[in-house]
């Protein structure tokens, strides 16, 4: 049990979630929890569930609303943390948004929306963290939620804006692991496949089942089923893992 503590504890770290009120952020915020770690959690309607859920398993966890493509909030928010954490060691950068439509029928102002949260938004928090961990020296790592989208173009739903975005997001973490590396600052992304969520289950009945079949284990996977690799992408063990994408897509890309 000590050596797995040692590698994968999180105990005296401070950990930041964005978009932590529901869907894979609040399980990894609980994750993150559960490992020893104080929880923050950003969005932009609150997210007491998630905290309260985190306080009744005898964790630590706090939230603090902030819309992450404003930078004067996530720049209040952060001198907030500092105030009551001191410091940010690992930031899960995961709002997101995604819209089902055709490029000939989206319109620009929907392309703007999805690239300013998914790609935009990421990197004004990456910024914002990264300069703080700089300025404190703290060799702390960030995870940019990415998505399999972000690499092959998932069907049949149309959805360029967000494939885009997330193909932005695997390029600006490698970008950010090179800047950073010379700081002691891990800089990874996480590409699921489709995930079981609010978000997900937002979409119509029709779309599921064309899915259904494609995918190669025939089923969802489970918001519990990420944690594992974030644990590991945030803690000790991944010393040596940075500018890396992680795939947990059930094979989804193997074909
Ligand atoms: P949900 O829709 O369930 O949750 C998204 C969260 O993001 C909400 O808590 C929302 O809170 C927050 N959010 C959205 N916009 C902003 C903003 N501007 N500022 C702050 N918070 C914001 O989504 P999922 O849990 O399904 O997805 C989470 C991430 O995982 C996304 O980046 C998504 O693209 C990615 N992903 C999801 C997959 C899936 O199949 N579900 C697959 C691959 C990747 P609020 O509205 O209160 O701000």
Known sequence: MQYLEKLFGLTGKTAIVTGG???????????????????????????????????????????????????????TVLAEIEKRSGKVDILFNNAGICIHKDT?????????????????GEYIMARAVGRMMIEKEIRGNIINMASMSGTIVNI?????SYNASKAGVIHLTKSLA??????????NS?????IATPMSADVEQELKDAWTPLMPTHEMGDPEA???AVL??????????????????????CF
Do not use: C
């Open 21 to 75: 009120g529901r869907g894979i952020g609040q399980v990894i915020a609980h994750g993150f929890a559960r490992a020893g770690a104080e929880v923050v959690i950003l969005s932009r309607s609150g997210a007491q569930e998630t905290v309260d859920k985190i306080l009744r398993d005898g964790g630590k966890a706090y939230d603090l609303k902030a819309d992450v493509t404003d930078e004067k909030q996530v720049d």
């Open 226 to 228: 990420l944690v594992p």
């Open 104 to 120: 000939l029928n989206a319109s620009i102002a929907e392309w703007r929306e999805v690239i300013d949260i998914n790609l935009t």
């Open 190 to 194: 996480l590409s699921p496949g489709y």
């Open 178 to 187: 090179m800047e950073w590396a010379g700081y002691g600052i891990r800089v």
């Open 232 to 253: 590991y992408l945030a803690s000790p063990a991944a010393t040596y893992t940075t500018g890396s994408d992680v795939l947990v897509d059930g094979a989804y890309t």
């Open 156 to 160: 049949p739903q149309w959805q360029a």
